[in-house]
């Protein structure tokens, strides 16, 4: 039986919706996710992005600015240098999350394979 709702949130609007749909796509892209994953550890520049994903520097500016638009990264210069961090902190929350639910899931289907 599925856990109640701990709290009732108000009704959303079918433009809300829209604007939710639209900033979990932003998070549907994998090359995102690790962008987001690296920054979890701190700034990082776009070179430093490039390392930590594994991504080419094309792709990284590329996925950095639909993260800026969607309001979760944040950059500002630094002499010529672009520094982007976590603009939205609840992001980490929200993929933990996830993560953890994951875990739990690949976990209790391993159990049931195994007849545990």
Not at 10 to 18: F, I, Q, W
Not at 23 to 49: D, H, M, Q, V, Y
């Amino acid at each position: 039986m599925p856990a109640a709702r701990k709290k009732s949130l108000p009704p959303v609007t079918d433009e809300a919706l829209s604007l939710i749909a639209s900033w979990f796509r932003t998070l549907s892209e994998p090359s995102r996710l690790k962008i987001l994953r690296a920054l979890e550890e701190g700034e990082k520049n776009i070179s430093e992005i490039v390392e930590a994903t594994g991504l080419t520097q094309a792709n990284v500016s590329r996925h950095v600015q639909s993260l800026v638009d969607a309001g979760m990264v944040g950059r500002r210069k630094e002499g010529l240098t672009v520094i982007c961090f976590i603009d939205d902190p609840s992001i980490t929350d929200l993929c933990d999350n996830v993560c953890s639910n994951l875990l739990k899931r690949l976990s209790n289907q391993v159990k049931k394979l195994s007849g545990s």
